[in-house]
T-cell receptor, first 111, second 111 residues
Framework: GAGVSQSPSNKVTEKGKDVELRCDPI?????LYWYRQSLGQGLEFLIY????????KSGLPSDRFSAERTGGSVSTLTIQRTQQEDSAVYLC?????????FGEGSWLTVV | GEDVEQSLFLSVREGDSSVINCTYT??????LYWYKQEPGAGLQLLTY?????DMKQDQRLTVLLNKKDKHLSLRIADTQTGDSAIYFC???????????FGAGTRLAVHP
C-alpha cells in the first residue's frame, strides 16, 4: 500500500489476555518506530528498529511488552497479560531518510 | 532527557493566520517536524525543517526556526475550519534516533 498500515484498527480485550498489533511499513523504509498515545500522557516512544534490529528498546514500559521485525518489513508489538493501563492508541511509523510517516494506529481497550 | 514544549490551546477566527509555537531543549536536533492529528486519526506529516535552516514555506504553511533560542513556529495562513485539529511539534534527536513530541496544541477555528 501507499502508507503505513496497522491492524487491527480497534481491539477490545479482557484483562490478562495477550494481544498482537501489526505494522506494515511503507515499502523500502528501513526504520520503524512504535509509539503509544494515551489520554493525558501524550506520545510515548516505545521502540525503534533499523532493519530487523532494535538498537533502542528503552521505551518499552515493562517486560510484558515485546516487539519484533522480520525481513526488514512487518513488525509485531506483543503485549502479554494486558492490564487496563495498557489501553491506548498504538502508533507505528516508518521512514527512509528524513520523512517519517505514521499509520492510523491500533486502538486498544482492555476491559 | 530532552524535552519539547507547546502551548496547549489556540483559538482563531476563520481567515486569520494561526501561529503555533514550540520550544525544545535538544542540542543535537537534526530535523524538526510538524504533525496534524484529527479526531480518531493518526498523525499526518505536515512539514519538516532541517536544523540548519531558518525558514521553510509550503503553500499556506510557513515554518520558522530560531536555532539559537531553540524555538520553532508553524504559521498557517488563511486558516479554515478544516484546519481544526491538534498540532504536534517533534524533534528528531540525532543522539537518540527517535522523535520527541510536544504535548500538542489544539487549534480551534471559529467563524
Amino acid at each position: 500500500g501507499a502508507g503505513v498500515s496497522q491492524s487491527p484498527s480497534n481491539k477490545v480485550t479482557e484483562k490478562g489476555k495477550d494481544v498482537e498489533l501489526r505494522c506494515d511499513p511503507i515499502s523500502g523504509h528501513t526504520a520503524l518506530y512504535w509509539y503509544r498515545q494515551s489520554l493525558g500522557q501524550g506520545l510515548e516512544f516505545l521502540i525503534y528498529f533499523q532493519g530487523n534490529s532494535a538498537p533502542d528498546k528503552s521505551g518499552l514500559p515493562s517486560d510484558r511488552f515485546s516487539a519484533e521485525r522480520t525481513g526488514g518489513s512487518v513488525s509485531t508489538l506483543t503485549i502479554q497479560r494486558t492490564q487496563q493501563e495498557d489501553s491506548a492508541v498504538y502508533l507505528c511509523a516508518s521512514s527512509l531518510g528524513n520523512t517519517i510517516y505514521f499509520g492510523e494506529g491500533s486502538w486498544l481497550t482492555v476491559v | 532527557g530532552e524535552d519539547v514544549e507547546q502551548s496547549l490551546f489556540l483559538s482563531v477566527r476563520e481567515g486569520d493566520s494561526s501561529v503555533i509555537n514550540c520550544t525544545y531543549t535538544d542540542s543535537s536536533s537534526t530535523y524538526l517536524y510538524w504533525y496534524k492529528q484529527e479526531p480518531g486519526a493518526g498523525l499526518q506529516l505536515l512539514t519538516y525543517i532541517f536544523s540548519n535552516m531558518d525558514m521553510k514555506q509550503d503553500q499556506r504553511l510557513t515554518v520558522l526556526l530560531n536555532k539559537k533560542d531553540k524555538h520553532l513556529s508553524l504559521r498557517i495562513a488563511d486558516t479554515q475550519t478544516g484546519d481544526s485539529a491538534i498540532y504536534f511539534c517533534a524533534d528528531f534527536s540525532g543522539g537518540y534516533n527517535k522523535l520527541i513530541f510536544g504535548a500538542g496544541t489544539r487549534l480551534a477555528v471559529h467563524p
